[in-house]
């Protein structure tokens, strides 16, 4: 037998980039790039928004301004709603919940959007470093993937997507509203209603780019030439699902924008402009 040797078990191996059969390369990238800014941005971008949008959950304030009511708070599921005169009031809790509402609701688009495919990919990026960027390795010794606990929750994507169509449909219900006045009225249009309907319209485009929409539409055929309008409509779902990603900031982008627009119409900061 042979002497001066060391054995090894699995848990002493290198694994990883550093595993055996793997290119012995000591430099941990050969990239000459600023690989790393797409991250960055990708990290501060997602964590301004967090920051933003925790903050203007726990408000409980200024979130309806008639005709307009914030999409972070519709619809109202708790009876704690004040001034609420429009929009989908449907006071499921009662006075027993002393929180914001818009913690009763926000919960859905944001499962939505936290087990969305092109999102995992963001955070995962951005935050995990898992991996920080193409050939690029990451700082992790092992990797399970979304085989084990949390992560295999995100198989769960395609239930927030049925619940996604439900908020998609009643805050158009609440854009719709936005062209009433102050008296439910019908004629009415501001700068506020043109804010919800480029919101609704891009949440509209964000959802039914998702990769889960075009599978339910188009998948488990056989043969399209048997099912046209399917094939149609999974063809048009495709064009917006080659887009997801730009649709999937935009949104972002914009439900924040119209938060914020009726909180400063509901503070006082400004009035809301009417065309008519």
């Given at each position: 037998m042979a002497t001066g040797t060391t054995s090894s078990t699995p848990d002493t191996q290198a694994r990883g980039v550093r595993a055996p059969g793997r290119a012995a390369i000591a430099a941990p990238h050969l990239r000459t790039d600023?690989?790393?800014?797409?991250?960055?941005?990708?990290?501060?971008?997602?964590?301004a928004f967090v920051v933003y949008s925790t903050w203007r959950a726990f408000a409980n304030s200024h979130y309806y301004a008639a005709p307009y009511v914030s999409p972070f708070y519709s619809p109202c599921l708790a009876s704690n709603c004040t001034d609420m005169k429009g929009g989908a009031d449907w006071a499921l809790f009662g006075h027993w919940w002393g929180l914001s509402p818009a913690l009763l609701v926000l919960v859905f688009p944001l499962g939505f959007r936290l087990t969305c495919y092109y999102y995992r990919k963001a955070y995962y990026r951005g935050f995990w470093a898992s991996p920080p960027a193409c050939a690029v390795a990451e700082p992790h010794a092992t990797y399970?993937?979304?085989t084990r606990l949390p992560l295999i929750l995100q198989n769960a994507h395609r239930y927030f997507f049925y619940l996604a169509l439900v908020v998609a449909g009643i805050l158009t219900y609440d854009t719709a509203l936005g062209f009433r006045d102050a008296h439910g009225r019908w004629g009415h249009m501001g700068l506020g209603t043109v804010v919800l309907l480029a919101n609704i319209t891009l949440i509209w485009a964000y959802t039914l780019s998702c990769h889960s929409c075009r599978h339910i539409i188009g998948g488990k055929l056989r043969h399209f030439s048997r099912h046209p309008v399917r094939y149609r409509l999974w063809g048009w779902v495709g064009v917006l699902n080659g887009r997801h990603m730009l649709l999937a900031w935009s949104s972002l982008v914009s439900?924040?924008?119209?938060?914020?627009?009726?909180?400063?119409?509901?503070?006082?900061?400004?009035?809301?402009?009417?065309?008519?």
């Open positions: 600023r690989w790393w800014v797409p991250p960055l941005a990708t990290a501060l971008g997602l964590a399970t993937g979304e439900v924040g924008v119209a938060d914020l627009y009726v909180y400063l119409v509901s503070s006082g900061a400004f009035d809301d402009p009417r065309f008519f």
